[in-house]
């Protein structure tokens, strides 16, 4: 189906985003893809959000990457990632609404300064039935520690930000079901490898949502 660019509400500002619905009748699951660092161009139109969106739809899966607060035409201004994680758990709220998708298939999946906000709302909001982390943050402690739902981190070994091995261990803690992927040779930013991580979080979140019977 075509992409639908639209506004939708969290609190008292709008946020810019694109819903991408899979073809045929639905209701379909659906992700909701955060974007990098706001204050460092990060923004729905990066590389991996894209390859990341465009592999959901291969697998019948809905997309909807947007703006954080103060990006492109999205109202507000910057919050320090705590007014983020509001616009995540607004975007979870938008999918919820649309008839077209399954609500009790929602996941959730972010890049650098995406998992730095989402995964502590993953960690609260039972909406989200799925994780994918790409150049993780643990930003705090205990966090997933709970969340026995489907997981997924993929790091690079050339990360200048983060240690691909910290990252390892910190995922070896939590609990089941959980996948880490390491890439040899890739840095922070992924370069030459967009359609291959698209093409693994798409194939994670084909597997965490797949049709109930």
Known sequence: MIKEKLMFPCGDISLEGVLW?????GPSPAVVV??????????MNDNIVNAVCTALNEQSIASL????RGVGRSEGRYADGIGEQDDIKAALSFLEERIEIDPSRLGLCGYSFGTMVGIPVADKDQRVQ??????AFFVAPNLLTDFRKPKLF????????ISSKQAEETVSRL????????IDGADHFWWDYHSQIGEKVGAFFASALQIKS
């Open 130 to 135: 799925a994780y994918a982390g790409v150049s």
């Open 34 to 43: 955060c974007h990098p660092h706001p204050l460092y161009g990060g923004s």
């Open 175 to 182: 609990p089941d079901p959980k996948t880490f992927v390491s």
């Open 21 to 25: 619905p899979p073809e045929g009748d």
């Open 154 to 161: 993929i790091h690079g070994t050339a990360d200048e930000f």
């Open 65 to 68: 990457r947007f703006n954080f």
